[in-house]
């Protein structure tokens, strides 16, 4: 079965402190790995998808980089409009044609001005 | 932008009660997923559909929960009969087959069970 454990599971920072949140996951085979941000009241919004180990992407403050194990989502100098739950999900091969989605619970990150 | 709409946003209802979540995918896209979130389990797959087709419906309660894509531009999500423990916000998802530009979800129905 596979499974997806993000830590902390909460996450304060002050405006302008990096951090890294991370993503562990086992899986019979990895399809891709989903990063989404929730934002309170309102669905997951996709952010990046990667595919194999040493793979970076980046968005604004944030970078996403993947190894056999485990993800780290790492936000440099972090402003107070990051705050939300950013959720860590897999895609394995063991589905055969079936793409869907494991989730982790989230890690909540809170930025304070 | 290209929007997933589910309606309704919330929805109170009564022990024993049918409930039906209703959710309008982005036109183009083949796969329909259906989440629930709740913070004790986080987000958890009840049913997933390509080309209307139903493909797992492995995390569904199959004695009270039924998901149908009667066409390309609906998806519905039927309890009956409702219980408390179902009290949860319902997500619908859509996207094209292997997720390549990811999956796009709805703003989420909230149901409350009393």
């Known amino acids: 079965e596979d499974q997806v454990t993000q830590s902390p599971e909460a996450l304060r920072l002050q405006e302008g402190e990096s951090s890294s949140l991370n993503c562990s996951y086992t899986?019979?085979?990895?399809?891709?790995l989903f990063w989404y941000r929730q934002d309170p009241g309102k669905g997951p919004e996709f952010l990046f998808t990667l595919y194999s180990a040493g793979e970076e992407k980046e968005k604004e403050r944030l970078k996403a980089t993947l190894t056999k194990k485990e993800s780290f989502l790492h936000i440099t100098a972090p402003k107070p409009e990051d705050s939300a739950t950013y959720l860590c999900a897999v895609q394995a091969f063991s589905g055969g044609s079936n793409y869907k989605l494991t989730f982790g619970k989230g890690t909540l990150l809170t930025v304070n001005p | 932008d290209a929007r997933v709409t589910q309606t309704p946003r919330d929805k109170v209802t009564e022990m024993g009660q049918e409930v039906t979540m209703r959710c309008q995918p982005i036109l183009g896209h083949n796969t329909v997923f259906w989440y629930r979130q709740t913070m004790m389990q986080g987000l958890e797959l009840l049913a997933y559909f390509r080309n209307r087709a139903p493909l797992d419906d492995s995390g569904m309660p199959k004695d009270r929960f039924s998901a149908e894509m009667p066409d390309a531009t609906l998806a519905t999500l039927k309890i009956q009969p409702s219980e408390p423990r179902d009290s949860a916000v319902y997500f619908c998802a859509s996207g094209l087959e292997r997720g390549t530009y990811g999956y796009t979800f709805g703003s989420g129905t909230r149901l409350t069970v009393v």
């Open positions: 899986v019979s085979g990895l399809r891709g």
